[in-house]
């Protein structure tokens, strides 16, 4: 008989789970037993992947800062093993992009979470226990050339997780931060010229995001890097910046001699 998994019956939710990253986690989860809300801005494309998973997966359209209370009654009233925090927005440009965009970016990237972890982590310190995972991307823990809001935002995803682990995880509630390089998505697309050049030479499919993560939290890692050579980079971030900075300079003047 195969061994039970832990989140068999448990119920859970992913925002941005259109396509890409979401869908992969939508569909593990689903596969490990769980009951899944599907949550992307475009109903469409929310409810493609729930038809997908079947019966398991509940579709929900909406703005992912804004549909917690939404999810969690669709789901019974909680929401027992994992809040995914996948939603992001991919916003390039420099120090001189528009204000909407610097706005957009930290609504999506950062506040989102910090929304839905005030609404989450009532019932979830009540309990003694609830999981976040936020996906940051390794822009968070080192930076992206060409991605300024891209860049910062995620930066402060990374510190909320940090934040949330360091205070609440003597209560029971576990904080997952997903920090890949390149992954096979239409926001690797969207990144254009500076994604080709930095991130598409060693791109990863969804799954394995997925696979990482659920390594992970079998694991009890706070940090999960499906590229491990960015514990590398983020090591060499720490100990020698000046070096560091110099190397992404250099890799700023080829993308922009290309």
């Known amino acids: 008989m195969s061994p039970v998994s ?11 789970a259109g396509g890409g990253i979401g869908a992969a986690l939508a569909h593990r989860f689903a596969a490990e037993g769980a009951t899944v809300v599907v949550n992307d801005l475009d109903p469409a494309r929310a409810a493609a992947v ?17 549909i917690v209370a939404e999810a969690r009654e669709a789901l019974g009233g909680t929401v027992d093993t994992s809040y995914c925090a996948n939603a992001g927005l991919a916003s ?24 839905a972890a005030r609404l989450l982590l009532p019932d979830w310190l009540e309990r003694g226990s609830g999981r976040f995972v936020s996906t940051v991307s390794a822009a968070g823990l080192l930076t992206m050339i060409g991605a300024a809001p891209y860049s910062v935002t995620k930066h402060g995803a990374l510190a909320f997780a940090e934040w949330l682990s360091l205070t609440y995880r003597h209560r029971g509630v576990q904080v997952h931060a997903i920090c890949p390089q390149g992954v096979r998505t239409d ?20 799954e394995a995001v997925a696979d990482a993560l659920f390594d992970g939290m079998e694991k009890g ?20 910046p000046d070096r560091w900075l110099s190397n992404m300079s250099h890799l700023q003047q080829k993308w922009e001699t290309r």
């Open 50 to 66: 729930a038809a997908a998973i079947g019966p398991r997966a509940i579709p929900l359209a909406g703005d992912a800062s804004e």
């Open 221 to 240: 890692r706070f940090l999960i890097l499906p590229h491990p050579e960015v514990a590398g980079y983020y090591a060499a971030r720490a100990t020698e």
């Open 92 to 115: 390039g440009g420099d120090a001189f992009a528009d204000e909407a965009v610097w706005e957009a970016a930290w609504d999506t990237n950062v506040m989102a979470h910090v929304r």
């Open 187 to 206: 926001m690797l697309t969207a990144a254009g010229s500076a994604g080709e050049l930095v991130l598409a030479p060693t791109a990863i499919e969804p």
């Open 6 to 16: 832990a989140y068999q019956d448990q119920r859970v939710v992913v925002t941005g």
